[in-house]
């Protein structure tokens, strides 16, 4: 069955530093979105992404976070200066209609120290 | 602007009981609805959705839900709980959007289920 992978699966990194979250659609699949889980509290909205360009997002997708699919099948979320309140599990979904049912990922989890 | 309130972040129940967990939505058109699960360390998994037509959904593993639009709500029940069931259960929302026609999920806080023998 294919299902939406996503790498690294932890990622801890330094206060101020770049990171990029790395997540594979399946293959067949034209929406993508990226949310975020902080530790202890529901899962937020970040991004959504179509035919090669943000669709819609959130109030926390500031100018810090970014998203592309640079090669065609990898869909990268990228956050410039890491701050500590960006410590998150960040999922990947993706569907093949907007409407329809959106396949998660496994989610990376971002340690910022 | 639409969101999603799910009554008490734990719930306990023996294994063969009954599972109840409550949702209810807010939202300014006819929404769509899912039940995520989320095991220790997973991802989130589609239990069942509504869309449109029959009100009574039913999902994986067991579960069921209705769509109750008087009562705005889409509470998750499973006749007879297994050990299996503990995991975190999210109730989401979804409003599509005119134009690309995408859309997005409002995402409840989560309810712990939690299974005794």
């Known amino acids: 069955e294919p299902e939406v992978t996503q790498t690294p699966s932890h990622q801890v990194t330094q206060m101020g530093q770049e990171v990029i979250l790395r997540c594979v659609p399946i293959?067949?699949?034209?929406?993508f979105y990226w949310y975020r889980q902080i530790l202890g509290q529901k899962v937020e909205f970040l991004v959504s992404f179509y035919n090669n360009e943000i669709s819609e997002k959130s109030e926390i997708f500031d100018d810090q976070f970014s998203v592309e699919r640079p090669d065609g099948s990898n869909f990268t979320l990228k956050i410039r200066s890491t701050k500590l309140e960006d410590s998150a599990m960040y999922f990947c979904a993706t569907s093949r209609e907007g409407p329809s049912e959106q396949f998660f990922g496994p989610g990376t989890r971002l340690t910022v120290l | 602007a639409q969101s999603v309130t799910q009554l008490g972040s734990h719930v306990s129940v023996s294994e063969g009981a009954l599972v109840l967990l409550r949702c209810n939505y807010s939202s300014s058109v006819p929404p769509y609805l899912f039940w995520y699960v989320q095991y220790p360390n997973q991802g989130l998994q589609l239990l069942l959705k509504?869309?449109?037509?029959?009100?009574l959904v039913k999902g994986i593993n067991g579960f069921e839900a209705e769509f109750k639009k008087s009562e705005t709500s889409f509470h998750l029940t499973k006749p007879s709980a297994h050990m299996s069931d503990a995991a975190e259960y999210f109730c989401?929302?979804?409003?599509?959007?005119?134009?690309?026609?995408?859309?997005?999920?409002?995402f409840g806080k989560g309810t712990m289920l939690l299974v005794s023998p």
């Open positions: 293959s067949n699949h034209l929406y």
């Open positions: 509504y869309t449109t037509g029959a009100t």
């Open positions: 989401a929302v979804s409003e599509v959007s005119t134009g690309a026609g995408y859309s997005t999920l409002t």
